[in-house]
């Protein structure tokens, strides 16, 4: 096998390039070229009004627009010691559930599955099955009615503002939405039994998994940071001190380490840490999964948002029947603008979230700091991919590559996100 270089890696969020050398026939070096330019997100919000920076860090992200909106919330109300009410949490977990369910179809469905049954793209898969195509739709369509529901619109949502919500929805649409949730749990149980059907690699990755954890909750809006192998757990105000950042001459995004390790977040880390938590649904569907836990192959990042989707669909239909029992307001509190430093988190779809910002007396922005899931799996999918291709070196140069190419499809990548 000679040198190789797979010029914008198909079927991923953005543009990356996988670039092979090989000496003397083995694998010299391999790594994920992230060519998107530099978008300056985190400089675009100095100067600027504290209730601006939801609204500007959301374009980082037309997928996971919420989760930008909701975790630089978050920060800014840790900065300014804001406290919301339980209504408001439940609908801001409502708004990330809806970029879980929207994204994960998206994934599993048109980015992934293609490689398993031996086609290109989802479009040869739409016309032999469009019954699954149909379910993908329709799950990733639910997604986008959720965040529209909740935040006002399905992208870039209007409605979460510091301290609550402006708007909410009509309890009627709120009841009629439970109802379609309930009814989406057999399609999101048959992606789990299609994605159990399938064969993948057997490969660990040695990388130390992160995720948000939590006593009372699935983790995706509150929680502690916590490390699989080391066991620690920290607070998200620590998590500067736990994650560390580097320019790397091959990417125009950073690499992230954890005390000199790199990394791997996202559904499959998520599983490992809180799989104890997933809901009676999601528990069932990580036995039909046939998944034993803790799993380190990162090709098993699709069967685990399989089973978030599942666990999604239940959890969301019982947090909108809390909401229609519960009363309250989720209408802003009211807070004082003044000086200070915060930190927020959630776990986007594809792993955590961090937003830090520090806001002068006047409330305008002084310090933006973004760290997206995407940047923090880089070091670790570099170092997977140097792992996993010499095991694979003696296969067509066709086949290896389709594998390779299979390896970073399963870290979900999102390169937008990491040149933020």
Not at 398 to 413: G, K, N, T, W
Request: proline share 6%; charged share 20%.
């Amino acid at each position: 096998m000679a040198d190789l270089t797979v010029e914008h890696v198909a079927r991923i969020e953005g543009h990356g390039n996988i670039s092979v050398s090989v000496e003397n026939g083995v694998v010299s070096s391999i790594r994920m070229d992230v060519v998107e330019p530099a978008r300056f997100f985190e400089s675009m919000v100095v100067g600027r009004r504290f209730d601006e920076a939801p609204l500007i860090t959301s374009r980082i992200c037309g997928i996971c627009s919420p989760n930008h909106a909701v975790t630089s919330i978050k920060a800014i109300e840790s900065a300014l010691g804001v406290e919301v009410s339980e209504r408001t949490k439940l609908l801001r977990k409502l708004l990330v559930y809806g970029s879980y369910l929207q994204n994960h179809a998206t994934h599993l469905y048109v980015f992934a599955a293609p490689d398993f049954v031996g086609l290109p793209s989802v479009f040869p898969l739409a016309a032999t099955h469009p019954d699954i195509v149909a379910r993908a739709l329709k799950i990733k369509k639910l997604g986008n009615e959720l965040c529209n529901l909740v935040g006002g619109r399905s992208v870039h949502p209007v409605t979460a503002v510091i301290g609550g919500f402006t708007a909410e929805p009509d309890p009627r649409k709120l009841e009629a939405f439970r109802e379609m949730l309930l009814d989406i749990a057999p399609d999101a149980v048959s992606t789990v039994e299609l994605f159990a059907s399938f064969e993948v690699p057997a490969f660990d990755t040695a990388g130390e998994m992160l995720a948000l954890s939590s006593t009372d909750d699935y983790a995706i809006y509150e929680g502690e940071i916590a490390a699989l192998d080391a066991g620690w757990r920290r607070p998200v105000s620590d998590y500067r001190e736990v994650i560390t950042e580097s320019i790397v001459g091959h990417s125009n995004a950073k690499h992230t380490m954890v005390a000199g390790m790199p990394i791997i977040v996202g559904a499959l880390p998520r599983l490992n840490i809180n799989a104890g938590s997933l809901s009676a649904a999601g528990r069932d569907a990580l036995a039909k999964a046939g998944l034993t836990m803790p799993s380190r192959n990162p090709f098993h990042t699709h069967l685990a948002q399989a089973v978030e989707l599942v666990d999604a669909a239940e959890r969301c239909a019982g947090y909108i029947g809390r909401l229609l029992e519960m009363g309250g307001s989720s209408a802003p509190v009211p807070f004082k603008i003044q000086a200070g430093e915060g930190a927020g988190a959630t776990e986007a779809p594809r792993g955590t979230l961090y937003h830090g910002y520090g806001i002068d007396d006047d409330g305008f922005i002084t310090r933006g700091d973004v760290i997206t899931p995407t940047a923090q799996n880089l070091a670790n999918l570099d170092a997977d991919m140097r792992a996993f291709a010499p095991t694979i070196a003696d296969r067509p140069r066709d086949e290896f590559i389709l594998l390779i190419e299979q390896l970073v499809r399963a870290y979900d990548p999102c390169m937008s996100c990491a040149v933020h």
